[in-house]
């Protein structure tokens, strides 16, 4: 069972960029579609962006195209979400999520907060 941590979360002024990175280990990453999600306060949780198992196709949300780029990394084990042109509307925990043939794997979220 694939073990999956976020990183990279924090505080940014509206304008700004982040880099959230998540690291699996356990499993075979290769295997694994990736995508992060994000739940905002009070908010339920909803996809943001997701990419194949080679990378060769990426999935966004219409809220976050152009300004959130993700990638995956299959020798090192990694997916990252780049994340620029922040607006306070991206305040969320997001959450990093590995599919599988037999189920989703999550991370514990990093939260990420961007004042005005």
Same mark, same amino acid.
């Not at 809220?63 to 152009?66: A, L, M, R």
């Not at 922040?86 to 991206?90: T, V, W």
């Given at each position: 069972q694939?073990?999956?941590v976020e990183s990279g979360g924090g505080l940014v002024q509206a &304008? *700004?960029?982040l880099n959230l990175?998540?690291?699996v280990s &356990? *499993?075979?990453?290769?295997?694994?579609?990736?995508?992060w999600y994000r739940q905002p306060p009070g908010e339920e949780r909803g996809f943001v962006s997701g990419i194949s198992l080679n990378g060769d196709k990426t999935y966004y949300i219409d809220?976050?195209?152009?300004r959130f780029t993700i990638s995956r990394d299959n020798a090192k084990n990694t997916v990252d979400l780049q994340m620029t042109s922040?607006?306070?509307?991206?305040t969320a925990v997001y959450y990093c999520t590995a599919g599988a043939v037999e189920g989703d794997y999550w991370g514990q979220g990093t939260q990420v907060t961007v004042s005005s």
């Open positions: 694939p073990q999956l &304008g *700004g960029s990175s998540c690291t &356990g *499993g075979t990453f290769s295997d694994y579609r990736m995508g809220s976050v195209k152009g922040l607006e306070p509307e991206d």
